[in-house]
């Protein structure tokens, strides 16, 4: 990770610190650095979207403007998912794609995503000349003048034609399906419906009214207790919880169960096994897998591996290795074949794919998948290294570990977008869970790392 550019972009709160200044200067960047290698004398191409934030306008109008004045032409998505970004630049030819968002943060937070022209997280060396432009230690680049200034365009075009490339995936009607969407408030709002009335479903949707303020408020994948309660009032058959820029998705069973991302690699790739298209017979996982799932794969047969959390790793980790499905217990999942990154509506299409396949309720199909007891605390410090490598601290977590032993298990990592530290046990029972979770909390609190 880099000063300003974590696991998933360069996130913060926005007009404090991630400005428009830097939106600037990262589209003023970008821009000149694909007009060092024009293809046929063409201009440097890139294309954006946004989420449904009220500081998203800002910045997309800051690196707009920067792409302009560094003589690059910029194509608008306006409000779209950060799956038809990767789709969009990948199929129709940019050099990059832009996407503003926080993911399943708050509002007042922002984040920029960059895309490569294959649809990827873009390359690290690549964002280390971003992060040293930023920085003052770039290239001197004079602005574009006269007709070597951009232009902007508006790409609704783009858009339609990745929700036609998502229905186009559904190897069954969804006719006679009763579904819940919550669509968090946030980018999928004007997609998600959409797509699945295309396919047939009877939808009800909640959380599709934003305000630039209302994302991921009370709502969406991380907030799944609306849908919950939607799908058992309503006699939903399932229920699909999607993030602010919905490249995750969490579902809800006919009974108001919730259905982690764990579950619905394991229902995917033992839909893919039974039909011999499981490739490589691998689920590719990150560390943060429920010990469930992991039981539940070598009871069928299948292998796993895992990788660091991000869905970055998980993709690197797959091209590596030719797998077909990977991804993570919080909703980001990956079907190579069809994205190169997660995306919660593909991921809900899919899921009922088995379900019509199966012709069994997505209770059935989850069944053997036994989760553990889990409990993951985030607690806010003011230097995450520090925190980690204190003695006292490493001492806690040895602690732990060893009273766990082969019961359970103990991790510790550090956010790759905010400022924090967290804390996860798996166990037996919650309670030993949340006793050995806030046995390390406040070891960390006593040793004054934590910021209120």
Same mark, same amino acid.
């Not at 004398?41 to 707009?64: N, P």
């Not at 539940?296 to 299948?302: F, K, N, S, T």
């Not at 088995?354 to 889990?374: A, F, G, H, N, T």
């Not at 019961?407 to 905010?418: A, D, F, H, K, P």
């Given at each position: 990770m880099g000063k300003y550019f974590g696991t998933d972009g360069f996130r913060g709160?926005?007009?404090?610190?991630?400005?428009?200044?830097?939106?600037?200067?990262?589209?003023?960047?970008?821009?000149?650095y694909?007009?060092?290698?024009?293809?046929?004398?063409q201009r440097a191409r890139i294309v954006i979207g946004k989420d449904t934030r009220r500081s998203s306008y800002m910045l997309e109008f800051a690196l707009a403007s920067g792409i302009t004045a560094a003589g690059g032409d910029?194509?608008?998505?306006?409000?779209?998912?950060?799956?038809?970004?990767?789709?969009?630049?990948?199929?129709?030819?940019?050099?990059?794609?832009?996407?503003?968002?926080?993911?399943?943060?708050?509002?007042?937070?922002?984040?920029?995503?960059?895309?490569?022209d294959q649809g990827e997280k873009m390359p690290q060396d690549v964002i280390d000349e971003v992060e040293a432009y930023l920085d003052g230690k770039g290239p001197e680049i004079a602005p574009a003048a006269r007709d070597k200034?951009?232009?902007?365009?508006?790409?609704?075009?783009?858009?339609?034609?990745?929700?036609?490339?998502?229905?186009?995936?559904?190897?069954?009607?969804?006719?006679?399906?009763?579904?819940?969407?919550?669509?968090?408030?946030?980018?999928?709002?004007?997609?998600?419906?959409?797509?699945?009335?295309?396919?047939?479903?009877?939808?009800?949707?909640?959380?599709?009214?934003?305000?630039?303020?209302?994302?991921?408020?009370?709502?969406?994948?991380?907030?799944?207790?609306?849908?919950?309660?939607?799908?058992?009032?309503?006699?939903?058959?399932?229920?699909?919880?999607?993030?602010?820029?919905?490249?995750?998705?969490?579902?809800?069973?006919e009974r108001g169960k919730l259905v982690s991302g764990d579950e619905i690699m394991y229902l995917y790739a033992r839909h893919l096994k039974e039909q011999g298209k499981l490739e490589t017979n691998t689920v590719v996982t990150t560390v943060m897998s429920n010990f469930g799932l992991y039981k539940a794969l070598e009871a069928i047969g299948i292998d796993y591996a895992k990788t660091a959390v991000g869905d970055k790793y998980v993709?690197?980790?797959?091209?590596?290795?030719?797998?077909?499905?990977g991804g993570e217990q919080s909703g980001h999942i990956i079907f190579s074949k069809y994205a190169t990154t997660g995306d919660g509506i593909l991921t809900a299409v899919k899921v009922m794919e088995v379900m019509q396949d199966k012709r069994l309720p997505l209770s059935q199909l989850c069944e053997p998948v036994k989760i553990y007891?889990?409990?993951?605390?985030?607690? &806010? +410090?003011?230097?995450?290294?520090? *925190? #980690? =490598?204190?003695?006292?601290?490493?001492?806690?977590?040895?602690?732990?570990?060893? $009273?766990?032993?082969?019961?359970?298990?103990?991790?510790?990592?550090?956010?790759?977008?905010?400022?924090?530290? &967290? +804390?996860?046990?798996?166990?037996? *029972? #919650? =309670?030993?869970?949340?006793?050995?979770?806030?046995?390390?909390?406040?070891?960390? $609190?006593?040793k004054g790392y934590e910021v209120k």
């Amino acid at each position: 990770m880099g000063k300003y550019f974590g696991t998933d972009g360069f996130r913060g709160e926005a007009n404090v610190n991630l400005t428009a200044d830097h939106a600037y200067r990262i589209g003023f960047f970008l821009a000149w650095y694909y007009n060092q290698r024009p293809v046929d004398g063409q201009r440097a191409r890139i294309v954006i979207g946004k989420d449904t934030r009220r500081s998203s306008y800002m910045l997309e109008f800051a690196l707009a403007s920067g792409i302009t004045a560094a003589g690059g032409d910029v194509y608008l998505l306006r409000v779209t998912t950060t799956p038809s970004v990767a789709y969009v630049t990948k199929v129709d030819g940019f050099d990059c794609g832009i996407m503003i968002s926080a993911s399943h943060n708050p509002y007042y937070d922002n984040g920029i995503k960059l895309i490569n022209d294959q649809g990827e997280k873009m390359p690290q060396d690549v964002i280390d000349e971003v992060e040293a432009y930023l920085d003052g230690k770039g290239p001197e680049i004079a602005p574009a003048a006269r007709d070597k200034i951009g232009a902007a365009f508006d790409y609704d075009s783009g858009r339609h034609r990745y929700i036609a490339y998502l229905i186009s995936l559904a190897v069954h009607s969804f006719r006679g399906k009763r579904v819940g969407l919550d669509c968090a408030n946030g980018a999928a709002w004007s997609i998600a419906k959409v797509v699945f009335e295309a396919l047939g479903a009877k939808v009800v949707v909640i959380n599709d009214k934003p305000d630039g303020l209302n994302i991921n408020l009370n709502c969406g994948s991380t907030h799944i207790e609306q849908l919950q309660r939607l799908v058992v009032e309503q006699h939903l058959d399932a229920g699909f919880a999607f993030d602010g820029d919905a490249d995750r998705c969490l579902a809800v069973d006919e009974r108001g169960k919730l259905v982690s991302g764990d579950e619905i690699m394991y229902l995917y790739a033992r839909h893919l096994k039974e039909q011999g298209k499981l490739e490589t017979n691998t689920v590719v996982t990150t560390v943060m897998s429920n010990f469930g799932l992991y039981k539940a794969l070598e009871a069928i047969g299948i292998d796993y591996a895992k990788t660091a959390v991000g869905d970055k790793y998980v993709y690197e980790y797959m091209t590596t290795h030719n797998n077909v499905i990977g991804g993570e217990q919080s909703g980001h999942i990956i079907f190579s074949k069809y994205a190169t990154t997660g995306d919660g509506i593909l991921t809900a299409v899919k899921v009922m794919e088995v379900m019509q396949d199966k012709r069994l309720p997505l209770s059935q199909l989850c069944e053997p998948v036994k989760i553990y007891p889990q409990l993951l605390v985030n607690i &806010r +410090v003011a230097d995450k290294q520090a *925190t #980690q =490598e204190d003695p006292d601290v490493k001492k806690a977590i040895e602690e732990v570990a060893e $009273r766990l032993g082969s019961t359970g298990r103990i991790l510790v990592r550090e956010s790759g977008t905010e400022p924090l530290v &967290r +804390v996860m046990v798996e166990a037996e *029972t #919650q =309670e030993l869970c949340s006793e050995y979770v806030y046995h390390v909390i406040n070891v960390i $609190r006593a040793k004054g790392y934590e910021v209120k």
